[in-house]
């Protein structure tokens, strides 16, 4: 009996199930949105289901039915990537597929090096990458959207796989004519009475308010962004220090105005950046090259965008 579905059309399916849209899946897997929409359409019509509910308003909707195949088609598609790995074992070659997801809070400064570097080594990968908060990471890792992930050890639960890079302690931003900024080292008593722009994102927030627990006090938050580059741009002009766990190489926000960056002393543990991945996953020969490529960089010293 012949196949009603192609590989592709699998992914298409799942592309436009994941975003909801079948213009955002079309622009996220670099294909029309005709050709797309006819994938789907035939998928639908070989199986005689309704896959989705479109709606103007809310764009395509998983029908219940859509919601059951949709789970057996990441079965189908990991199959078929098991089998890539396993030509991949027998031919010692490094080739298909690689989504890698990234923490956006630094995703900017480090990926796209990082990735530059895999790729001229592996020039037969098929790379994508993601930008997520930490909760997207776990959610991402869970559904097999992504393969693996660059993030920190924030609230990582008991079904995801974590090895650290790096460690990376907390430093305080401040403008260049904040009081504290001649400062070498300030705890958190001395930034409490300081107005705070608090980079808000999930889990990530619950850290840097972590780091004032100790005084039973909260820091005065003067601002809140989800953005990196914000927060920075906001600090660097004055509107209040803001926290990291990332020196980068720049010390300066995104439109120059420079920044300084002053350790902090604490008694919380310090973030440790690493690779995390569900503990049900198959880690195919190209999810461990990328592994062992991200290590290399790390115990060399070269993980792109950190400054020591």
Do not use: W
């Amino acid at each position: 009996m012949p196949l009603r579905f192609t590989l592709r059309q699998l992914e298409y399916f799942i592309a436009v199930g994941e975003a909801g849209s079948i213009a955002l899946a079309a622009d996220k897997v670099n294909v029309t949105a005709p050709s797309m929409s006819s994938a789907i359409a035939q998928l639908e019509a070989g199986f005689g289901v309704q896959l989705f509910t479109r709606r103007h308003s809310q764009g395509s909707v998983l029908t219940p039915t859509g919601e059951r195949f949709i789970e057996q088609a990441r079965l189908v598609i990991e199959a078929a990537d098991k089998l890539n790995d396993m030509a991949n074992i027998y031919t010692g070659s490094v080739r298909g597929s690689l989504r890698v997801g990234c923490m956006r809070t630094f995703v900017q400064v480090m990926v796209p090096q990082l990735r530059r570097s895999f790729e001229d080594q592996y020039e037969n990968v098929d790379f994508g990458q993601l930008e997520l908060d930490q909760a997207q990471i776990f959610e991402a890792l869970r559904s097999s959207r992504i393969d693996v992930a660059l993030t920190y050890d924030l609230s990582l639960p008991s079904d995801i796989d974590f090895q650290p890079l790096r460690s990376l302690p907390p430093y305080v931003m401040v403008d260049v004519a904040h009081p504290l900024a001649s400062r070498r080292e300030v705890s958190a008593a001395d930034l409490v009475d300081h107005d705070m722009v608090l980079l808000d994102l999930p889990h990530s927030s619950d850290y840097f308010l972590s780091l004032f627990r100790a005084l039973g006090r909260r820091p005065r938050i003067a601002e809140r962004t989800a953005e990196v580059s914000v927060q920075r741009s906001l600090v660097a002009n004055g509107f209040g220090f803001g926290i990291s766990n990332m020196r980068t190489v720049a010390d300066s926000a995104m439109d120059g105005k420079p920044l300084k960056f002053i350790p902090l002393d604490s008694e919380v543990p310090p973030l440790q950046l690493g690779i995390a991945m569900s503990r049900a996953a198959h880690v195919s020969r190209t999810i461990q090259a990328f592994i062992d490529h991200c290590h290399e960089a790390a115990d060399a010293g070269k993980l792109p965008g950190i400054s020591s």
